[in-house]
């Protein structure tokens, strides 16, 4: 079937009109969502694994290093905060708008979402917002506090606290676009379980999730640095930790987001209507 825009909504209409007409999706995201609880306690216990493996791996790799600082500048309780923080990030961009979205194209219900005075992308956006908050909350939160317990980590300045919540902000942002395109080449290729097992693969190493950028060789962190994955975890790590050259180092990272995210926004809009001007509906 092939498909057409989505209207826009009534010309005219104030923008906070428009944005309550994408509440209900949040609060029917929310109300899924609390139909699945046991799934946090899944999370939080895998999560809460997989920081543990590697959190003990890297202190064991750093517990000889001197005071100042062993590979790539950090010390065991650096490295530490790193890895702990970077599985929490990774948590906040568990969002689901690719499994989501590549459901409901195979299925063809994105295409009631077609005679709707509403934009696709945005309602997923709002869809996803319980998730990324039930998942701070319920458990990034818990995960950062039990391992606050067992194992030094660094403290952080109050101004590199303030940057690292901006950061993160805009690196949920990031993580909403790649997982929303990730999605839409359901429009393409019929199963998407291959092309966001790649995606995950190539975010968690180019991220900084698995390794920290520092470590990586010059011409693999130079290509890392260059991709809009870096946002997602180790630019918002270096602000936390303070691992920026002064004001101009903090710009750079957040400017860098900021950047990726109106072009990764841009690129979403112009593949979304060109998806639907080839829109074929699976099933019944």
Excluded at 7 to 18: E, I, S
Excluded at 195 to 200: A, E, H, N, Y
Aim: net charge positive; aromatic share 8%.
């Amino acid at each position: 079937m092939s498909g057409r825009p989505a209207p826009r909504g009534l010309p005219g209409v104030p923008p906070t009109a428009r944005a309550r007409h994408y509440l209900p999706f949040a609060t029917g995201g929310l109300q899924s969502l609390l139909q699945y609880r046991s799934t946090f306690v899944t999370t939080g216990i895998t999560a809460a694994a997989g920081a543990a493996v590697t959190v003990f791996l890297w202190r064991a790799v750093y517990a000889g290093s001197p005071p100042g600082g062993g590979p790539g500048g950090f010390t065991a309780e650096s490295v530490t905060t790193y890895l702990l923080m970077a599985q929490v990030l990774q948590i906040l961009h568990a969002n689901r708008v690719d499994d989501e979205v590549a459901a409901e194209v195979y299925r063809g219900d994105v295409a009631v979402m077609l005679v709707r005075p509403v934009s696709y992308p945005v309602v997923r956006f709002f869809a996803c917002l319980p998730v990324v908050a039930a998942n701070a909350v319920l458990v990034g939160v818990p995960v950062l506090a039990l391992f606050a317990l067992v194992v030094p980590l660094t403290v952080p300045r109050p101004v590199d606290v303030l940057l690292f919540l901006v950061s993160a902000v805009l690196s949920v942002l990031l993580a909403f676009l790649v997982n929303l395109l990730t999605g839409m080449t359901g429009f393409v290729t019929t199963n998407t379980w291959g092309v966001r097992m790649v995606k995950q693969s190539v975010v968690a190493f180019f991220a900084g999730q698995l390794v920290p950028l520092a470590l990586m060789p010059g011409p693999l962190a130079a290509l890392a640095a260059a991709l809009p994955f870096r946002g997602m975890v180790d630019g918002p790590l270096t602000l936390l930790l303070g691992r920026y050259d002064g004001f101009a180092g903090a710009a750079d990272v957040l400017g860098r987001q900021i950047g990726w995210v109106a072009g990764l926004t841009v690129l979403s809009a112009l593949l979304w209507r060109a998806s639907l001007s080839r829109l074929e509906v699976l099933g019944g």
